[in-house]
């Protein structure tokens, strides 16, 4: 699930704007650098500051939500409907179809656009990116990451799960770079360019760049673009799908 919805449904599920925020992080934390993760064996305060818990509320729920979405028809169903759609249109794009995934996501997340409104959309999210900026986010980054280092060889052994100082971010770069997603998120043209085939293509592409792939051509963006647009109603109507099955309260599932 991406970011938009997975902030739309945990600020539903738990009625706060900030835990809608918080439930993007583990989405932007990504982006920023690949190694900073939500973690299980994250060591959290016994009594958080308000603002902090609903934000680590936020995470718990993008983490449960997400384990209920990969499995779920809804999800499959559309990914595999969709990975088949790019191999069969040849747009000769290499490895186009491996990106179903995260393009079937973007195309819900295009549904939820059209069906909320962008405006509503983007005053939400910058609502929710304001009520956590500065130390809830960064805390929660520390949870999650960077106050899980390993100890030197001459301390003890590290505890099971504890990353190596080779797997962790350096935090200020890390801190940098969120900031600058953050802020270009509430800009709005990123979010607006979810809204359609053309918007899409041109996200997905900016996905492949960071995998080293090639841009698209003019010829293949276009053919792309109209590809995803003929797939508006099936998104529109597997966001309905999903906003009715999706677990309520996903912090209670046990599998």
Do not use: K
Request: with cysteine.
């Amino acid at each position: 699930m991406n970011f938009l919805l997975h902030r739309h449904l945990a600020a539903r599920d738990l009625g706060s704007v900030a835990a809608g925020a918080g439930a993007m992080l583990p989405d932007l934390w990504r982006m920023a650098d690949r190694r900073v993760r939500p973690s299980r064996a994250a060591d959290r305060p016994a009594a958080p500051p308000p603002r902090l818990a609903e934000v680590l509320a936020g995470i718990d729920h993008h983490v449960a939500l997400d384990r209920w979405f990969h499995a779920a028809p809804v999800f499959v169903e559309g990914e595999r409907r969709l990975a088949a759609a790019l191999r069969n249109a040849s747009l000769g794009a290499p490895r186009l179809a491996l990106f179903a995934h995260v393009l079937w996501e973007m195309c819900l997340d295009g549904a939820l656009l059209r069906r909320a409104g962008l405006a509503p959309v983007l005053d939400a999210l910058r609502a929710g990116l304001a009520a956590i900026d500065g130390a809830p986010t960064e805390a929660a980054a520390a949870i999650h990451h960077f106050e899980r280092r390993a100890p030197s060889p001459a301390d003890a052994p590290s505890p099971a799960g504890a990353p190596s100082p080779a797997s962790l971010a350096d935090r200020s770069a890390f801190e940098a770079r969120l900031r600058r997603i953050c802020d270009e998120l509430a800009r709005g043209p990123w979010v607006a360019g979810y809204q359609d085939g053309a918007g899409l293509a041109h996200r997905l592409a900016g996905v492949r760049a960071r995998f080293g792939m090639p841009p698209f051509t003019p010829d293949q963006h276009d053919r792309l673009a109209a590809l995803l647009d003929a797939l508006t109603a099936p998104a529109d109507e597997a966001l309905d799908d999903l906003l009715r099955t999706a677990p309520p309260h996903p912090l209670s599932l046990s599998a």
